[in-house]
């Protein structure tokens, strides 16, 4: 009934931008803090970015602050992330996750209760 779903990933040279977008539905978008986290392969799930259900806060990971920026369209059920000057080490599959209200702390997976099937970046050089 739930469905989170990424779009936007792809290929990219080194110091270009990506802007990734998640589409949620079956569920009331403004009730819910959105986050961003990343998996390369044979390492862990890493947080990139998180805004507040309230839309009054966000947070980054300390890998991506001054590059990427994450927001949110309440009206249109939509959280987007937008990526600038990417490098080699931001490849990995990008997921979108959904928590209820305001989270303890945003950089912890098991903070989130929904998550989408995940979209690939490569960023090149």
């Known amino acids: 009934q739930v469905q989170l779903v990424e779009s936007g990933g792809g290929l990219v040279q080194a110091g270009g931008s990506l802007r990734l977008s998640c589409a949620a539905s079956?569920?009331?978008?403004?009730?819910?803090?959105m986050g961003w986290f990343r998996q390369a392969p044979g390492k862990e799930r890493e947080f990139v970015a998180a805004?507040?259900?309230?839309?009054?806060?966000?947070y980054y990971g300390d890998s991506v602050k001054g590059r990427f920026t994450i927001s949110r369209d309440n009206a249109k059920n939509t959280v987007s992330l937008q990526m600038n000057s990417l490098k080699p080490e931001d490849t990995a599959v990008y997921y979108c996750?959904?928590?209820?209200?305001?989270?303890?702390?945003?950089?912890?997976?098991?903070?989130?209760?929904?998550w989408g099937q995940g979209t690939q970046v490569t960023g090149s050089s």
């Open positions: 079956g569920l009331t978008f403004s009730d819910y803090s």
């Open positions: 996750g959904a928590g209820y209200g305001a989270l303890s702390t945003y950089r912890r997976v098991r903070e989130y209760d929904y």
């Open positions: 805004i507040a259900w309230s839309s009054l806060s966000s």
